[in-house]
């Protein structure tokens, strides 16, 4: 296939392929992991969607030329086709200035591959805030910290803790793989102490906690605000609030993959504060977060 100019049926097969809600998600999180990959797991659980059906989304995907396949181990790796994914959109785009390229200095990696984990690079201490601390902060705990995959530690607290997490924010991670077990709700004055942890940055995931007035926490972090509606105030039936707690999520996962893929060492302390509000006012997100007002 010509690497600098699409054909129209070409261009046609490839739209056809993103056409569907749940391939364009997944071609937009494997985007945020360009160069590296993912596996086939890891895509269906950071989407909430069921195995069976994410490989036949992927197959949809390999066979337009979007994304490309290895396997490693019992694992299937998936990522972006640089080749045919630059061009198509910046043929596309003109002069908007938007299209997907190779980072510098990848140009020899075997694609697809992982992106390593870390080994004598910096960790990152982030605490994930919501006043509750029994829903979207634990669920950012848990996505932070199998994402980050060793370049960060994730911690969540609560202005005004709950006794424990919500059993329907447990239940969904527990059947997304994670590991519940050291999830629970906890105050942000344990992380405000002498001999806390020093946190790199605190995120708050709800408007409340957001209004208020946090703890000196040692380290001067940088602050953010990812605010995002309470599933807990969902009142329907079962299905309707698990399908809440569900959205919740899928919008923390997509914030999540952003926020682990920023180039942390190449970005000022200016730069990267408004990379992170922006990662924020993702799909889903409040007034407050957009607007700088409530609703």
Not at 72 to 101: C, H, K, N, W
Not at 196 to 224: S, Y
Request: proline content about 6%; overall charge positive.
């Amino acid at each position: 296939m010509n690497e600098t100019k699409l054909n129209a049926d070409e261009a046609t097969r490839i739209f056809d392929a993103l056409s569907q809600v749940t391939r364009l998600e997944t071609f937009r999180l494997l985007l945020r992991y360009v160069p590296y990959g993912l596996p086939a797991g890891d895509i269906a659980r950071l989407l909430a969607v069921p195995h069976n059906t994410m490989s036949t989304h992927l197959a949809v995907l390999e066979r337009a030329g979007l994304v490309s396949a290895r396997r490693e181990g019992r694992s299937i790796l998936y990522a972006v086709t640089l080749s045919l994914a630059g061009p198509l959109f910046a043929q596309l785009m003109g002069d908007m200035g938007f299209a997907v390229s190779q980072r510098r200095g990848t140009g020899a990696l075997a694609f697809p591959q992982l992106r390593p984990a870390a080994a004598n690079d910096r960790v990152y201490n982030v605490l994930l805030v919501c006043s509750a601390n029994s829903a979207r902060s634990l669920i950012a705990e848990a996505l932070l910290n199998r994402e980050g995959r060793g370049r960060f530690r994730a911690y969540s607290a609560g202005s005004r803790p709950k006794r424990k997490p919500h059993p329907l924010a447990l239940d969904l991670m527990a059947a997304l793989g994670y590991d519940t077990g050291p999830l629970a709700s906890k105050s942000w004055d344990s992380f405000a102490g002498p001999d806390a942890p020093r946190m790199d940055f605190v995120i708050t995931t709800c408007d409340a906690a957001a209004g208020e007035i946090c703890p000196a926490f040692p380290g001067h972090p940088l602050q953010a605000h990812w605010g995002l509606p309470d599933p807990l105030a969902v009142k329907g039936t079962e299905a309707e609030q698990k399908a809440a707690f569900l959205a919740t999520y899928r919008r923390l996962a997509g914030r999540i993959s952003a926020f682990v893929n920023l180039p942390f060492e190449q970005l000022d302390l200016a730069s990267l504060k408004e990379r992170i509000g922006e990662i924020g006012k993702m799909e889903g997100a409040t007034d407050l977060t957009l607007f700088g007002r409530a609703a």
